[in-house]
């Protein structure tokens, strides 16, 4: 796991204040009694750094990104750190039928972490993104198709170490990708796609454990939810 993204006590202690009240005059910002020379140092950091303003008034206050930065600070620290949250990604399965079998479309991941596993295409949702645009995005980006997408559902997955370290938490947003059409991308940096049988799907050597609930999500006729943790060997 990354380490914790820590700031200065001090920036943490202006930003918590301004997080409570529209502005505050620099007196009213050093709750700590720190000499004016070392907190006016700080507080300027933070105003250069663009998460601060100071107005005509000589008020300072948050800026919209100031304002988003410390709504994710853990105030119950003793020194406030930015709060890990779940990453959120996109998951798409295709599929198609070739001489009346059933194929689905896997990506061998060729990038760390889990080099050389097999599931589903897809990446991180960009902020500001919808699920559809997200899922259409990821899906042209890395096999080169357009197809007809509906959202399945969402699966919710922790990977631990056999020690119980968590490695990694992802909520996926799981889409259907029915009548692919375009010239499929075989290869490209940091992975290959591949159309398989389930049946060659059961065989396949490294498979990411969850990759066939994820097939058994796409082919019901609801949106389903589902939520595991996982304790795995290579990361």
């Known amino acids: 796991m990354k380490k914790e993204i820590i700031i200065h006590q001090i920036q943490s202690e202006?930003?918590?204040?301004?997080?409570?009240?529209?502005?505050?005059?620099?007196v009213d910002l050093n709750k700590l009694k720190i000499s004016t020379d070392q907190f006016a140092f700080h507080l300027k950091s933070l105003v250069e750094s663009g998460l601060v303003v100071k107005s005509d008034k000589c008020r300072y206050g948050l800026t919209p990104i100031g304002k988003e930065f410390a709504n994710r600070l853990d105030m119950e620290k003793q020194t406030p750190q930015i709060e890990k949250?779940?990453?959120?990604?996109?998951?798409?399965?295709?599929?198609?039928?070739?001489?009346?079998?059933?194929?689905?479309?896997?990506?061998?991941?060729?990038?760390?972490p889990y080099f050389g596993y097999f599931g589903g295409v897809g990446g991180k949702l960009k902020i500001g993104e919808t699920l559809f645009e997200g899922a259409?995005?990821?899906?042209?980006?890395?096999?080169?198709?357009?197809?007809k997408l509906s959202f399945a559902g969402v699966n919710h997955k922790t990977d631990y170490s056999k020690e119980k370290v968590l490695f990694e938490?992802?909520?996926?947003?799981?889409?259907r990708a029915d009548n692919p059409k375009g010239d499929l991308i075989k290869e490209f940096q940091g992975g290959k796609n591949f159309w398989f049988s389930l049946s060659e799907i059961k065989?396949?050597?490294n498979l990411f454990p969850d990759v066939l609930d994820k097939i058994k999500m796409i082919q019901e006729k609801q949106i389903s939810f589902s939520e595991k943790k996982y304790f795995v060997d290579e990361f």
């Open 85 to 112: 949250q779940a990453k959120i990604g996109v998951l798409i399965f295709a599929i198609k039928k070739e001489s009346g079998v059933e194929k689905y479309l896997l990506q061998q991941r060729l990038k760390q």
């Open 136 to 147: 259409k995005r990821e899906f042209k980006e890395e096999t080169g198709l357009t197809a």
């Open 203 to 205: 065989k396949l050597p």
């Open 169 to 175: 938490d992802k909520i996926f947003f799981v889409f």
């Open 14 to 26: 202006i930003l918590r204040v301004l997080l409570f009240q529209p502005q505050a005059r620099f």
